[in-house]
């Protein structure tokens, strides 16, 4: 059978699921004829890049969206005057050789969909997730990180790692093109054209935008891997995991919105349960920094409240409560309770027997003039301080924290006590005059601008 068009293939869908439908006798079928409820110019899109995008568009046809009859101008309208019109688009329309390329049916459109344009249908959720430490990351990243501040990397490193996961700021040029650099940019945090916060495609890839891709690990474990911040592989090494991967073909992914429900639909949870996702006096949150009593990923261990580049608009205890609820879904109170007393007495040993001395070493180190402040990774004590809190002190934290003895110990605190002794014994020979400051002469690549962007607003 040989389709005619795209518009038709989705009505063959919705007369196969009223069929089918009628079979599993449920209550009336919503007949919804796409045609009708489709103005000329929405059907423009679905035909023409059907023809030039045809995976792009069965995607959408997949979607919940499709379903509901939202179709790609409702996400992709611009309004004149806004500041992301892809103005170069018009031109697309005078194509006679493509279904629709006829400027009667012109409107103008954005290539951004941002966070702004999702809210409004998804108020909630977009307002949840513009409070995140997911949307105001690059603020965390410009306030703090010494790679950035220092410049001690290119823009093009900055732009094929950092900016992959945190996102940058989206630029445009005059004629509505995207500036050079800033453009596929798709981290949780990037900066939009109208102002919004990060991109909901980090989760919920288009054009499908499904929940259930959400709901599942590999969402997050994109970018929550590696060295230093190996939430996916502490998962696949919890008890959680393993239940996962091994009974992940009973879980039911596509329950409705809110109704994923521990037990139910199934019995070890993923990120997005402990993290996301509502059970019985939890409500979903799009705000990842709510169930959090730790602020894990600091050099020093703080309350979420006290972390001073983002301070979260939480008091720990009530978050604690909330995440300790979702446990006790499927765990009696003292598994949790027990659970929370161990990570508690791991991040005091953390911070005060290898961090903090390992601050003072490196603030005398500074305060004697054995090493130069004026730039961090130059050196190599900077450097071995650096990855004692940043990765191994990370992994020993964050693998109790999330169920994995592995990353507690043998990538944790294993790996902090080898750091840590041979960071004393080479800051003492520096102290003695028994050794130099082993600075790197030609540190590579260090180009990368050191003024935060412009665009980027926030108060010190
Ligand atoms: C007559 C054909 C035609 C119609 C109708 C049409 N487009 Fe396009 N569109 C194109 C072409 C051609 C491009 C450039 C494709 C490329 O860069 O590969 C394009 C580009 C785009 C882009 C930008 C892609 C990018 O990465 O820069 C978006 C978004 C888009 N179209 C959405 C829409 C929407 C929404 C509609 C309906 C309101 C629509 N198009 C109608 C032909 C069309
Ligand atoms: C639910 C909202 C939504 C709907 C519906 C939607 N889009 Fe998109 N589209 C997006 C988002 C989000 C992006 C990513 C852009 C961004 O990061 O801001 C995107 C990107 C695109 C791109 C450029 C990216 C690429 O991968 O080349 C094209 C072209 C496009 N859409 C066309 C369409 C067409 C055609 C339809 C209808 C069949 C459609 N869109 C329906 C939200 C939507
Ligand atoms: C014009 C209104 C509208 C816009 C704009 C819109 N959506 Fe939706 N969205 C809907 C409707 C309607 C549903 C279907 C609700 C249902 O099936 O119960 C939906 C459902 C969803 C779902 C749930 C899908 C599932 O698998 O259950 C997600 C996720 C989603 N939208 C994300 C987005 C994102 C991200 C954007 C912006 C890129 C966006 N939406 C833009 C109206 C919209
Ligand atoms: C693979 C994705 C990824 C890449 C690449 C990446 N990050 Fe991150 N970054 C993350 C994640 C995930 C976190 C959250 C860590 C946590 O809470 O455990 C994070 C946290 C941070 C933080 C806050 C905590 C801290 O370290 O002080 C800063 C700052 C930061 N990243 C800067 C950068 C910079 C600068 C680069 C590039 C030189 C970079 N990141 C590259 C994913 C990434
Ligand atoms: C960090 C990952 C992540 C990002 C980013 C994300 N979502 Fe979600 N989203 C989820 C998860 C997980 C669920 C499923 C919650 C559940 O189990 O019901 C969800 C569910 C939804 C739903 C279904 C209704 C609901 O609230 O449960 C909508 C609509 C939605 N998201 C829209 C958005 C919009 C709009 C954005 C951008 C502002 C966005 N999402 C960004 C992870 C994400
Ligand atoms: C596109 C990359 C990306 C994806 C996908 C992503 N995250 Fe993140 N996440 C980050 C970055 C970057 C940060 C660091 C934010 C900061 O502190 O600057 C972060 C931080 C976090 C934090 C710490 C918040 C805090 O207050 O310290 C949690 C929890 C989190 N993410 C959970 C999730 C979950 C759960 C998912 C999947 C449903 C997910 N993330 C998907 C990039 C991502
Ligand atoms: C069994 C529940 C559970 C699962 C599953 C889970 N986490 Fe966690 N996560 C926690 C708890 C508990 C903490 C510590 C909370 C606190 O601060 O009290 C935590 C901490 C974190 C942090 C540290 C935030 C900070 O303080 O910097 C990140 C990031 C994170 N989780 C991401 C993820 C990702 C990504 C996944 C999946 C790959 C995941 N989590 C799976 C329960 C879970
Ligand atoms: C959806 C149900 C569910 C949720 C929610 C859940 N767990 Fe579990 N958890 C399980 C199951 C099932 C096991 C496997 C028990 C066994 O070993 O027989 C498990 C195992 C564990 C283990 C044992 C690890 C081991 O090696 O024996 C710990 C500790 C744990 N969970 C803590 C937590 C904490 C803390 C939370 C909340 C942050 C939580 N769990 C949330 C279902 C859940």
């Given at each position: 059978m040989k389709l005619k068009s795209i518009s038709a293939f989705i009505i063959l869908i919705f007369i196969f699921g009223i069929a089918y439908a009628g079979i599993a006798n449920y209550s009336k079928p919503k007949v919804m004829t796409v045609e009708r409820a489709m103005p000329e110019e929405a059907k423009a899109c679905i035909e023409c890049h059907g023809e030039l995008n045809p995976g792009l568009v069965a995607d959408w046809a997949m979607s919940r969206h499709a379903h509901a009859g939202i179709t790609c101008y409702d996400c992709h309208r611009a309004e004149p005057g806004?500041?992301?019109?892809?103005?170069?688009?018009?031109?697309?329309?005078?194509?006679?050789?493509?279904?629709?390329?006829?400027?009667?049916?012109y409107v103008p459109i954005s290539t951004i969909v941002s966070p702004k344009d999702c809210s409004r249908c998804h108020a909630q959720e977009a307002e949840e997730y513009a409070k995140s430490k997911h949307a105001n990351t690059l603020e965390v990243i410009w306030k703090i990180d010494p790679w950035l501040n220092d410049g001690m990397n290119s823009e093009l490193e900055r732009e094929a790692g950092c900016f992959y996961c945190h996102g940058s700021v989206v630029e445009m040029e005059k004629d509505g093109s995207f500036k050079?650099?800033?453009?596929p940019n798709v981290g949780v945090g990037r900066l939009n054209p109208d102002g919004s916060l990060g991109?909901?495609?980090?989760?919920?890839?288009?054009?499908?935008?499904s929940v259930a891709e959400a709901r599942k690990p590999e969402a997050c474990g994109q970018c929550h891997?590696?060295?230093?911040?190996?939430q996916i592989e502490i998962y696949n090494e919890s008890k959680h995991g393993d239940i996962y991967h091994t009974f992940k073909d009973e879980?039911?992914?596509?329950?409705a919105p809110g109704t994923?429900?521990?037990?139910?639909?199934?019995r070890g949870p993923t990120c997005a349960s402990c993290h996301m996702s509502g059970v019985k006096g939890v409500n979903t949150s799009?705000?990842?920094?709510?169930?959090?009593?730790?602020?894990?990923?600091?050099p020093l261990t703080v309350r979420p409240e006290n972390f001073t580049a983002f301070p979260a608009d939480t008091n720990w205890e009530e978050e604690r409560s909330k995440m300790a609820l979702v446990c006790q879904q499927c765990h009696s109170k003292s598994w949790t309770d027990d659970h929370y007393r161990k990570t508690d007495n791991v991040i005091k040993e953390y911070n005060e027997v290898y961090y903090k001395p390992a601050k003072e070493m490196l603030d005398k180190l500074y305060a004697e003039g054995?090493?130069?402040?004026?730039?961090?990774?130059?050196?190599v004590l900077e450097v071995e301080f650096y990855e004692l809190w940043h990765h191994e002190g990370r992994r020993a934290r964050m693998g109790t924290a999330m169920m994995a003895p592995d990353y507690a110990w043998w990538h944790g605190f294993y790996e902090c006590k080898n750091r840590f002794n041979h960071f004393m014994h080479e800051a003492e020979l520096l102290l003695e005059g028994k050794t130099d400051s082993k600075k790197a002469k030609n540190y590579p690549n260090a180009t990368g601008s050191t003024e935060k962007p412009e665009l980027l607003k926030y108060k010190k």
């Open positions: 806004d500041s992301d019109i892809n103005t170069a688009h018009k031109k697309e329309y005078n194509n006679k050789d493509l279904p629709y390329g006829d400027s009667k049916y050079e650099g800033s453009w991109s909901c495609t980090s989760c919920h890839t288009r054009h499908r935008f891997l590696g060295p230093d911040h190996p879980y039911n992914f596509d329950a994923w429900t521990p037990g139910v639909d199934y799009h705000d990842v920094t709510e169930r959090l009593s730790w602020e894990l990923q600091a054995k090493l130069d402040k004026s730039k961090f990774f130059d050196e």
